[in-house]
Structure formats: structure tokens, C-alpha cells
């Protein structure tokens, strides 16, 4: 399938750049959180609180495949800073498209999320903290998943948005 599917831990710019590369290749956007939130009707902090992380993943691993039967093609796909994890998904998201890794910094991520409330694993005491110990077990994991990997870190978005179309178009 011909489809650009953005991973990376949250506040990489998975949505804000994929909203840029999908209006300059003329593909359509979507947030695999926002398909979830549609198809539950509640938000992601709900269904955290309600079924917890463990059901959210199945919930990603059933939205994957659901798309895959779909076939539809000329989309840019933002997925959750967690669907990567599960190796599962790492191989749908292959079948679904090219995924590109966005790689940022605890620090990057950290200055973009620190004032987000919406984000339900970084309501904690320390969020810099926890940004750093969950990198160190996502990152290996973002990286044996996808076919691109770009450096976000210092990059505007319009920037990091040209890096991922010269990039895949070069595969």
C-alpha cells in the first residue's frame, strides 16, 4: 500500500507534521487516537482509566487491521506514541504502509508535552523522568519497526515534513 505511517513517542509531531506531508503529497490524514476515540465514543484518558492500557493496545492491534482490509492508499497515518510496542502491530504497520520513525529527544518531547493534560502515562510526578525511562524501552522498538528515521529534533515542521516525503521517496 502506498501509505506514510508516522511513529514516535508522543509530541514527536506525528499529527502536526503528518497533517503537512498528507496536504503537500494531496493524501489523506489520519490519527489512529482519533479513530479509536470515534469508534469508542470516549476519550483516551477514558478508555485508560475505564479498560486500561493493555485494552487500548487492542483496541491499535484491531484498528490496524481493520485498515488493512480496507485497502485504501494515499493516506499519511499518525499512530499513538504506543502501537509500536507490540510486535503485532510493528509488522501491520508494514503491511499498511512505509512507517517512518520521528526521533526526538526527551528534552524536545519534554518542552512540547509539559503543559499537555491530555496525554494519560505523563500524569505523574516527574514527566521528564518518565519520558526517559519509557524512550529507553521505545526507542529500539520504534527503530526495528520502521523503514525511515528522522531526526526531529531542531527541525520546524514544515522541515522535518520535507525530510519525510524526500525520504520516502527515495525507497
Known amino acids: 500500500m502506498e501509505n506514510i505511517i508516522l511513529t514516535g513517542y508522543m509530541g514527536c509531531g506525528k499529527t502536526t ?11 489523506t490524514f489520519v490519527d489512529t487516537d482519533e479513530m479509536i476515540v470515534e469508534q469508542q465514543h470516549r476519550s483516551i484518558n477514558e478508555i485508560f482509566a475505564d479498560d486500561g492500557e493493555a485494552a487500548f493496545r487492542v483496541m491499535e492491534t484491531e484498528l490496524l487491521k481493520q485498515m488493512i482490509d480496507a485497502k485504501r492508499d494515499h493516506m499519511v497515518i499518525a499512530t499513538g506514541g504506543g502501537m509500536p510496542i507490540r510486535e503485532e ?8 504502509g512505509r512507517v517512518v520513525y520521528l526521533k526526538a529527544s526527551p528534552e ?3 518542552g512540547r508535552v509539559k503543559e499537555d493534560t491530555a496525554r494519560p502515562l505523563l500524569q505523574c510526578e516527574n514527566p521528564m523522568k518518565r519520558i526517559e525511562e519509557m524512550l529507553a524501552i521505545r526507542e529500539p522498538l520504534y527503530e ?3 523503514a525511515v528515521v528522522v531526526d526531529v529534533d531542531g527541525l520546524r515542521q514544515a522541515e522535518t515534513a520535507s525530510e519525510i516525503i524526500e525520504r520516502c521517496r527515495l525507497k
Open 108 to 110: 524536545t518531547i519534554y
Open 144 to 146: 526495528a519497526g520502521a
Open 17 to 27: 507534521v503528518g497533517k503537512h506531508v498528507a496536504k503537500r503529497l494531496g493524501y
Open 89 to 96: 502491530n510493528r509488522r501491520l504497520l508494514a503491511v499498511l
